[in-house]
């Protein structure tokens, strides 16, 4: 079974800084994806960014980007140039990239992210 | 396009009522699917549904009945809430998984805006 482990619930970070929230995750699987949700207080699910695992080019989104370290099953992201509407609860998710039927999303417990003016 | 929508937004139930939460995609997905949401839990899936007519358990299926009768619809159906059942749920579709150049494809999924429930 797949897990994914975020161990920081709670972070806080200046306006315009940067921060980087850290993800890990244990699967067996060779082919797999892996994303960053953003929940704003609206409770509204966005994508901010996700990775393929046959990829090594690491992902990057505007001010988003990651270190995804496949042998270390490490999935960080870091947020540059931190702005306000930054803050939210920020989710770590894996798929299995199996071509199969299912969409199945496992997602960590969360990472609560405050932007401070 | 209206995305992907639910219904209520909030609701407040008494241990032992009954009701459905109700889940809508106007983008013609195949897959659709509930998840719950809880404090330092995440989100967890409930059902599943591949295509009309086809559903399956997720991670925390008890509890919760599924049905899929249609391409757009998805309806959650609680039918006795228990206290434990108090959570935010989200509806999410997206198109079917394939392979792109022989590489699993990716679709992304879009999540509804989630249903508040209170089971007292």
């Known amino acids: 079974a797949q897990t994914v482990t975020q161990s920081q619930p709670e972070m806080s970070v200046q306006d315009a800084e940067t921060v980087t929230l850290s993800c890990t995750y244990d699967?067996?699987?060779?082919?797999?994806?892996l994303f960053w949700y953003k929940q704003p207080p609206s409770r509204q699910m966005i994508l901010v960014i996700r990775q393929e695992a046959y990829k090594q080019q690491n992902a990057t989104e505007n001010r988003f980007s990651v270190n995804f370290q496949k042998a270390a099953k490490s999935f960080s992201l870091k947020i540059s140039d931190s702005q306000l509407g930054d803050t939210a609860m920020y989710f770590c998710a894996f798929m299995k990239g199996n071509g199969g039927a299912t969409n199945k999303l496992i997602f960590g417990t969360g990472t609560l992210l405050a932007v401070q003016p | 396009n209206a995305g992907v929508t639910q219904t209520p937004k909030f609701q407040v139930l008494k241990t032992g009522q009954s009701m459905t939460l109700q889940c809508a995609q106007d983008m013609n997905h195949e897959y659709m699917s509930w998840y719950r949401q809880d404090p330092g839990m995440g989100l967890r899936l409930i059902h599943y549904?591949?295509?009309?007519?086809?559903?399956d358990q997720g991670e925390v299926p008890n509890g919760y009945n599924v049905s899929r009768s249609t391409t757009e619809d998805f309806p959650l159906r609680l039918l006795s809430a228990a206290p434990s059942q108090t959570s935010v749920y989200f509806c999410?579709?997206?198109?079917?998984?394939?392979?792109?150049?022989?590489?699993?494809?990716?679709?992304?999924?879009?999540f509804g805006p989630g249903t508040r429930l209170t089971v007292l």
């Open positions: 699967t067996s699987e060779n082919n797999y994806y």
């Open positions: 999410a579709s997206s198109t079917h998984r394939g392979t792109s150049g022989g590489l699993p494809s990716y679709n992304e999924q879009f």
């Open positions: 549904s591949v295509g009309a007519g086809i559903t």
